[in-house]
RNA sequence: GCCUCGAUAGCUCAGCCUGGUAGAGCGAACGCCUCGUAAGCGUUAGGUCGCGGGUUCAGAUCCCGCUCGAGGCUCCA
């Protein structure tokens, strides 16, 4: 904000003769007059004001403005106003943005006919000639802070919009690539024609190819396969997931979890709200302005988590550890991390406003230490990733660093663009905003040539000061951990997401799409021919699922070709037609779908065939009756 | 937040341009059929055409406003 102020400042101070003004849209703003400035001072009785939504107009009149450029001026604030949809208006006299000013009694006189050209809405002004202390709380919009300089002809009106809140964040940021040789390119320099989609994602304007009005291809499919749906009596972004969306996502939310804890991450549970007056939450959320849920309780301001940093910070902060203890690493799968992101960025499992994030942070001494746990990390996020499905042709790298963190660790960083063996994309900072000193994920890019992170891992170098996280070191000094965050495999929404436009991907292609078996809400089916042989079915269904495998029977009165074809379009890989034949064979007849033949097996290398794909995943049983026939249709 | 599009049966959608009794397929219920690897047949039920206003003898249809949704853009700590 400060940053913002004086920058607008300078630049108005180098154009004379017009009306300068600065126009804030406001969550409120109170202001008390302390003392007369000048003789001719409004006369009023001090007192404080309070102004809710309101658009705050700091104004300066400048030498030689007349009617006609006050008017201007209003015209300009009115039309802005209607953009914004406020009608609340203070104008603020504030001769500090001008070194030209006028006479204090025509800028009074321009100022008072400003205020009343505005008949339509709730205009007022702070009183003139006084020295005022105010408090201010600016909204976080892009139109939110403008400043205008308006001149007797209007078509020299220049408009700037703050950059405010993306300016910061963007502090000369240089984009690179980096190979696998070390070698460090120029983006304009790279030849990208061997890497289509990491230009994808270095280059995130595509709109200009892709067809606009396609709906990514996830969104239907999540709804035909009745995983998940929206929720209308809920915010937009909050997701309902069906039967089979919730197998799938216990199955993957199980499997990270499973391999985090393999790492060596301790599982911890934390709350989902948190108080934004917490000391330790203040200075984090100085610098970054309102995309949370928030919630009044009792006088308190709470806001829902956006990650499960706080928790784990806090808890942390609890510990009393040793450098022998380190690196020490808790885990939490959340579920919810809430961002509500603006409602037009919403897209089916791809961007949420809630999710679910596995995040696990690790507490090292030094940063050889965090070079090193981020090595093994870095592994283990891409072995998750293989493990769901999602293959390295299908993610592109970044990589985010300061110059001089690059300068310094230029060997570990070079091993982690070698692990991913192809050229990543680079953004590196002459200097560290953020409160990380190196930031590195993998990006899906999808079929629309959308890309979205999914593995993420930083490194933290402020947080376990600002959440007094301590440890006593070697020499018996309390020393502030650096914290690592990762996230192995990014929200598990999101690896549906993947999975699905995959599947689309091959559909497309005219392949059959396939879900992964540990993860198929049916594994294999079994149909039998008539009702004579149900018995069979069921002692059959029995035996097979007593080897942990999900299995059902489609006992409807339907048609074998119409059952087949259900189970076809369910994605279903096994399906077994139960006839004469079978109930007096020791083999069975499968129908394998990835061929669409027909063939005959038995038992146990059946089961084994099953298990083979399987190996290693977690395994939950049906979540549906067991017989189709009992069975409600979701129809979304 | 901005732009565009949309809202008709449980679901997918037609009808709207050119105003005149509300349609189809799927699904559901019931019945017939008892079936050999991607849709067997018939009957029935089911709609305040998102909400509010206007024009008209008459509005799902034309006009205005609103609500909700979706996609794109911007954004993504």
């Given at each position: 904000?400060?940053?913002?102020?004086?920058?607008?400042?300078i630049q108005?101070?180098m154009?004379?003769?017009i009306?300068?003004?600065?126009?804030?849209?406001?969550?409120?703003i109170e202001?008390?007059?302390?003392?007369k400035?000048?003789?001719?001072?409004?006369?009023i009785?001090?007192?404080?004001?309070?102004?809710?939504?309101?658009?705050?107009?700091?104004?300066?009149?400048?030498?030689?403005?007349?009617?006609?450029?006050?008017?201007n001026?209003a015209?300009q604030?009115?039309n802005?106003?209607?953009?914004i949809?406020?009608?609340?208006?203070?104008?603020?006299?504030?001769?500090h943005?001008?070194?030209?000013l006028?006479?204090?009694?025509?800028?009074?006189?321009?100022?008072?006919?400003?205020?009343?050209?505005?008949?339509?809405?709730e205009?007022?002004h702070?009183p003139f000639?006084?020295t005022?202390s105010?408090?201010?709380?600016?909204?976080?919009?892009?139109?939110?802070?403008?400043?205008k300089v308006?001149?007797?002809d209007s078509?020299?009106?220049?408009e700037i919009t703050?950059?405010a809140l993306?300016?910061?964040?963007?502090i000369?940021?240089?984009?690179?690539?980096?190979?696998?040789?070390g070698?460090m390119?120029?983006?304009?320099d790279f030849?990208?024609?061997?890497?289509?989609k990491?230009?994808?994602l270095?280059?995130?304007e595509?709109?200009?190819?892709?067809?606009?009005?396609?709906?990514?291809?996830?969104?239907?499919?999540?709804?035909?396969m009745?995983?998940?749906?929206?929720?209308?009596?809920?915010?937009?972004?909050n997701m309902?997931?069906?039967?089979?969306?919730?197998?799938?996502?216990?199955l993957?939310?199980?499997?990270?979890?499973?391999?985090?804890?393999?790492?060596?991450?301790?599982?911890?549970e934390t709350?989902?709200m948190?108080?934004?007056?917490?000391?330790?939450?203040?200075?984090?959320?100085?610098?970054?302005?309102?995309r949370?849920?928030?919630i009044?309780?009792e006088?308190?301001k709470?806001?829902?988590?956006?990650a499960a940093?706080?928790?784990?910070?806090?808890?942390?902060?609890?510990?009393?550890?040793?450098?022998?203890?380190?690196?020490?690493?808790?885990?939490?799968l959340?579920?919810?991390?809430?961002r509500?992101e603006?409602?037009?960025?919403?897209?089916?499992?791809?961007?949420?406003?809630?999710?679910?994030?596995?995040?696990?942070?690790?507490?090292?001494?030094?940063l050889?230490?965090?070079?090193?746990?981020?090595?093994v990390r870095f592994?283990?996020s891409?072995s998750?990733?293989h493990?769901?499905?999602?293959?390295e042709?299908d993610?592109e790298?970044?990589?985010?660093?300061?110059?001089?963190?690059?300068?310094?660790?230029?060997?570990?960083?070079?091993?982690?663009?070698?692990?991913?063996?192809?050229?990543?994309l680079v953004?590196?900072?002459?200097?560290?905003?953020?409160?990380?000193?190196l930031?590195?994920?993998?990006?899906?890019?999808?079929?629309?040539g959308k890309?979205?992170a999914?593995s993420?891992?930083?490194?933290?170098v402020?947080?376990?000061?600002?959440y007094?996280?301590e440890?006593?070191d070697?020499?018996n000094?309390?020393?502030?951990?650096?914290?690592?965050?990762?996230?192995?495999?990014?929200?598990?929404?999101?690896?549906?997401?993947?999975t699905?436009?995959?599947a689309?991907?091959?559909?497309k292609?005219?392949?059959?799409?396939?879900?992964?078996?540990?993860?198929?809400?049916?594994?294999?089916?079994?149909?039998?021919?008539?009702?004579?042989?149900?018995?069979?079915?069921?002692?059959?269904?029995?035996?097979?699922?007593?080897?942990?495998?999900?299995v059902?029977?489609?006992?409807?009165?339907?048609?074998?070709?119409k059952?087949?074809?259900?189970?076809?379009?369910?994605?279903?890989?096994?399906?077994?037609?139960i006839?004469?034949?079978?109930?007096?064979?020791?083999?069975?007849?499968?129908?394998d779908?990835?061929?669409?033949?027909v063939r005959?097996i038995?038992?146990?290398?059946?089961?084994s065939?099953?298990?083979?794909?399987t190996?290693?995943k977690?395994?939950?049983?049906?979540?549906?009756?067991?017989?189709?026939?009992k069975?409600?249709?979701?129809?979304?």
């Amino acid at each position: 904000m400060i940053g913002f102020l004086t920058k607008h400042l300078i630049q108005l101070l180098m154009e004379p003769q017009i009306v300068r003004i600065l126009q804030l849209h406001c969550d409120n703003i109170e202001y008390t007059p302390t003392k007369k400035e000048i003789k001719t001072a409004e006369d009023i009785v001090p007192e404080t004001k309070r102004l809710e939504e309101v658009v705050v107009v700091f104004v300066a009149i400048e030498n030689g403005d007349d009617s006609s450029v006050a008017q201007n001026a209003a015209s300009q604030i009115r039309n802005s106003m209607q953009k914004i949809g406020s009608n609340r208006l203070l104008l603020y006299p504030y001769a500090h943005l001008s070194s030209n000013l006028a006479a204090p009694s025509t800028a009074l006189s321009l100022l008072k006919e400003m205020e009343s050209s505005f008949s339509d809405i709730e205009v007022s002004h702070s009183p003139f000639g006084w020295t005022k202390s105010y408090k201010i709380q600016v909204k976080g919009h892009p139109l939110a802070e403008s400043s205008k300089v308006v001149t007797k002809d209007s078509e020299a009106e220049k408009e700037i919009t703050s950059e405010a809140l993306k300016g910061e964040s963007k502090i000369k940021s240089y984009w690179k690539i980096l190979t696998p040789d070390g070698t460090m390119t120029d983006i304009s320099d790279f030849d990208f024609s061997n890497h289509k989609k990491l230009e994808v994602l270095a280059k995130y304007e595509y709109a200009k190819k892709r067809s606009v009005d396609e709906p990514p291809p996830h969104v239907a499919l999540m709804k035909k396969m009745a995983i998940a749906d929206y929720e209308p009596a809920s915010d937009s972004g909050n997701m309902r997931f069906f039967p089979n969306g919730r197998l799938i996502k216990s199955l993957i939310e199980r499997y990270v979890t499973d391999r985090v804890k393999e790492y060596g991450g301790y599982e911890v549970e934390t709350p989902i709200m948190y108080d934004s007056h917490h000391p330790s939450m203040v200075s984090y959320f100085n610098r970054f302005p309102a995309r949370q849920y928030n919630i009044d309780s009792e006088g308190k301001k709470l806001f829902l988590r956006f990650a499960a940093c706080f928790g784990q910070f806090l808890m942390a902060n609890e510990f009393q550890m040793s450098y022998k203890n380190l690196p020490y690493r808790l885990y939490e799968l959340t579920r919810y991390s809430f961002r509500r992101e603006q409602s037009g960025e919403l897209v089916g499992l791809r961007r949420l406003r809630a999710f679910t994030m596995p995040d696990c942070h690790a507490f090292c001494k030094d940063l050889k230490q965090a070079m090193d746990e981020i090595k093994v990390r870095f592994d283990l996020s891409q072995s998750v990733l293989h493990e769901l499905g999602i293959e390295e042709s299908d993610y592109e790298m970044a990589i985010r660093f300061t110059e001089d963190f690059y300068n310094d660790n230029k060997s570990s960083i070079d091993e982690l663009v070698k692990k991913h063996g192809k050229p990543v994309l680079v953004e590196m900072w002459k200097e560290k905003f953020f409160y990380f000193v190196l930031k590195w994920e993998f990006n899906y890019v999808d079929n629309l040539g959308k890309a979205s992170a999914l593995s993420t891992d930083q490194i933290d170098v402020e947080n376990g000061n600002r959440y007094g996280i301590e440890f006593i070191d070697e020499n018996n000094e309390h020393r502030h951990p650096i914290i690592l965050h990762n996230s192995p495999s990014g929200a598990i929404e999101r690896i549906i997401y993947a999975t699905l436009e995959k599947a689309a991907k091959d559909i497309k292609e005219g392949k059959k799409p396939q879900y992964p078996l540990w993860l198929a809400p049916t594994q294999v089916r079994i149909i039998p021919l008539k009702e004579e042989f149900y018995d069979f079915c069921n002692t059959l269904s029995d035996q097979i699922s007593a080897h942990d495998v999900r299995v059902d029977i489609d006992d409807r009165n339907e048609s074998i070709g119409k059952r087949i074809r259900e189970a076809e379009k369910e994605w279903i890989q096994y399906i077994l037609v139960i006839g004469d034949k079978e109930a007096h064979s020791t083999n069975l007849s499968i129908r394998d779908r990835k061929t669409g033949n027909v063939r005959d097996i038995s038992f146990d290398d059946f089961v084994s065939e099953i298990k083979t794909q399987t190996n290693g995943k977690p395994y939950t049983g049906l979540n549906l009756p067991k017989y189709l026939s009992k069975r409600p249709q979701i129809m979304v």
